[in-house]
DNA sequence: AAGTTTGTGCTACCTTGCCAGTACAAGTAG
DNA sequence: CTACTTGTACTGGCAAGGTAGCACAAACTT
């Protein structure tokens, strides 16, 4: 159930620092107050909440209490190249009708692999 | 915390599901019994159990009573493309130190986005 | 056929995490 | 300075899911 709405503190930390982190999110912009978040995806204010602290506590946003939540200057977006190729396998696994959750299982399993075994080819 | 070590059971079941389409874990190869998978995670043998059974479900293992739970034939393994990219994406992370946890995190967004807006150029 | 392996099915307990609603603190804006 | 906005903190209640341990069924092995 993750591949459609969020429903938990760690999954909308989640879309929020991916959004963050790809760029989608650009420095200094502002997040959805913790109400509206809260509102937006059916959760308690609370919940909203923790997910904010935890993304203030990665350094990814900045908090000051009346003035929101915004994408912390500098050091947000990933390296241009680790975009670039999301992209592409996002595009190629739409294309091939494979389940996001499914493309986020294949990555961690190269992932792993990688880590394991350092002879690729 | 799902960078390390699978702690329930739709995170085995993942990691299973990744190994398989990945094709990491070929055609007919036998997975782990039960009760081993729960002692390699230190989990319960019903939460082992309960992964196992979610995998069958989906059509991706095979699981006769003695003789221990089997990829299925036939219809495992994911479009080629879609493994190459994330190979492509996991030695772009890993080179340049973004977290797994953040590079899924990027995916999803990106993913998304495509969803949200057709034009992709 | 006998014994062993392996997946399944309980039961009761317990921990984790979200919910709801409210009250508070610290800023911003008029 | 006053009012409003917004993040934080707290309480008790509750549902979901994992734990442990065992009993059982089915099929492989000898």
Redesign the pocket.
Known sequence: MTGTTP????EIAALFRGAIRSGRLGDGER?P????TAKDF??????A??A??AL?HEGLVV???????RVAPGASRAPQVVIERARALAEAGEGAGVPLDDVVAILRAVWMADDAEPESH
């Not at 107050?33 to 509206?36: A, E, N």
Request: cysteine-free.
């Open positions: 429903s938990s503190a760690d997040l107050t913790v109400r509206q059916d959760v308690a204010q609370a919940t909440a923790k904010y602290k203030e908090t000051r209490t009346a003035a929101g939540t």
